[in-house]
């Protein structure tokens, strides 16, 4: 358990966190480069880079399939995340859980968990993200 606030090694010039998850918690930065990084459990895939499904990683890693763009928005949800970026895409990646991710589940798509295939929407207008999730008693 970490009581007092200590700083994330590897990580600097942070202009945005999210954090997510319950008990499989997560967390995403962006950097004033536009660049993701993401580290924590890797619940359905969520981190956006292979690791083992459910693996823990304290490290701070890059979401590599995106890193072409300039990202300015993340956030985290219970199995997934999204980004926005300076251009008004949105990615998004992990599991789909109810169509979740905004891709073609009549096309049965597949998410890989090394985030290759993120979905990329047009979104000229977004200007900030929130994901939620909900605990069933």
Request: hydrophobic share 30%.
């Amino acid at each position: 358990c970490c009581a007092l606030p200590r700083p994330v090694k590897g990580l600097h010039n942070i202009i945005q966190v999210s954090c997510g998850g319950g008990v499989q918690g997560c967390t995403a930065a962006i950097t004033i480069t536009g660049k993701v990084f993401t580290f924590g459990n890797n619940f359905k895939g969520r981190l956006g880079y292979t690791c083992k499904k459910d693996e823990n990683t304290s490290l701070p890693r890059q979401v590599e399939s995106i890193s072409d763009s300039h990202a300015t928005y993340v956030a985290c949800g219970q199995g997934h995340m999204i980004c926005l970026t300076s251009k008004g895409k949105l990615y998004s990646w992990g599991t789909d859980t109810d169509g979740c991710l905004g891709h073609d589940h009549s096309k049965k798509y597949h998410v890989n968990n090394n985030g290759k295939k993120n979905s990329s929407r047009n979104s000229d207008r977004a200007r900030a993200l929130v994901l939620g999730w909900l605990v069933w008693h």
